[in-house]
């Protein structure tokens, strides 16, 4: 397996550091930022001995030139960015698989670009995968505790993150630093709205997994305003007082027909500096009522441990955008 890094930020460089660990084979590094251009991939991501790996910004020129099997994107959250780059790793042969967070189950938010890189995918013989912390915690951890269920009535998630251990690209995503003018109103979410929230995909992946006809989506957004000055790592400056250091979007399916369940998930990205709370909370009502918790120790590595492990299942998938459904679960690969 030979594999290419398309964005060395926070998570690139924690996919870079594993894979190195595991002795598989990084071809070629993608770096948009001037200063990370000409280097050795281990003096940009921390790593002790040179890799040999020069990290450049010319991703179509050094995927012909590797042919990498499969390449890692790290680079943007929304589908609308996100094509391009998408794109480029298609063009050149390889399969693909993004932590963007729009991309774990895009036909319901970005329909046309998805039917676009799908068409493509399948045309080049690659596959295309949305991948990270949504492929276990927020689509997969799901469906798999309602399997102990005899009846399922609702279920309800929260997942909880401090986004400032992920990069300057998430903050700014979430508008971290901005004034709000109020809270958006709650929204029936339509296609190609542009920068759906995080969680309103992988409840759609949920949906999916569990075999739900799409229905309506309604989609309520609260900003968490900053009470002091707060710091933030990736940004380099202090949050002032008033500004955005978070959102709490609530985003909530509700049954269509006798039998199906309630479905809602609220995603709190929150600066918090110093603490890494991140984890999810999971209750499931019906027969019997279940509940489960989960907690991280840190932002990054249980988003690049999850890339890491689903890199051979994207390379033997089916050409196209393939579907959390129709992925086996997934599974640690030492």
């Known amino acids: 397996m030979k594999v290419a890094l398309y964005g060395i930020g926070e998570m690139g460089a924690s996919a870079a550091r594993l894979l190195v660990q595991r002795g598989i084979p990084i071809v070629a590094a993608i770096a948009r930022s001037p200063q990370k251009v000409g280097k050795d991939l281990s003096e940009v991501v921390g790593l002790d001995e040179p890799t040999g790996v020069i990290v450049s910004d010319d991703a179509a020129g050094e995927f012909a030139r590797t042919e990498p099997d499969i390449v890692i994107l790290t680079t943007n959250s929304y589908l609308a960015d996100h094509e391009p780059f998408l794109e480029t790793v298609i063009l050149a ?104 929230p995080f969680a309103l995909p992988a409840l759609d992946g949920l949906a999916d997994r569990l075999g739900l006809p799409e229905g309506p989506r309604t989609v309520t957004t609260e900003y968490v305003l900053a009470e002091t000055p707060t710091w933030s790592w990736a940004l380099d400056r202090d949050i002032a007082v008033g500004e955005i250091v978070g959102l709490r979007d609530r985003v909530r399916r509700d049954p269509q027909a006798e039998g199906e369940p309630l479905l809602e998930f609220t995603v709190s990205g929150i600066l918090k500096p110093g603490v890494h709370d991140s984890g999810e909370s999971w209750e499931i009502e019906g027969v019997p009522n279940l509940r489960m918790e989960t907690e991280f120790s840190s932002g990054a590595h249980q988003v690049t441990g999850q890339v890491v492990n689903r890199l051979q299942d994207v390379i033997d998938a089916a050409p196209g955008w393939v579907k959390h459904a129709e992925m086996p679960a997934i599974a640690y690969r030492g």
Do not use: K
């Not at 698989?97 to 774990?104: P, Q």
């Not at 799908?118 to 990270?132: F, I, Q, S």
């Not at 992920?166 to 903050?171: A, K």
């Open 93 to 196: 042969g390889a399969n693909a698989i993004t932590i963007a967070e729009e991309a774990s189950h895009p036909w319901r938010t970005s329909p046309d670009a998805t039917r676009r890189i799908d068409a493509l995918a399948r045309e080049h013989g690659v596959t295309v995968y949305g991948g990270g912390h949504e492929d276990a915690f927020w689509i997969g951890l799901g469906a798999q505790i309602i399997g102990a269920a005899h009846r399922v009535d609702a279920i309800r998630w929260e997942s909880r993150w401090n986004p400032d251990t992920c990069g300057p690209e998430i903050l700014s995503s979430l508008g971290v630093g901005e004034r709000p003018d109020g809270d958006p109103a709650p929204v029936d979410w339509q296609p190609n709205m542009p920068r759906p």
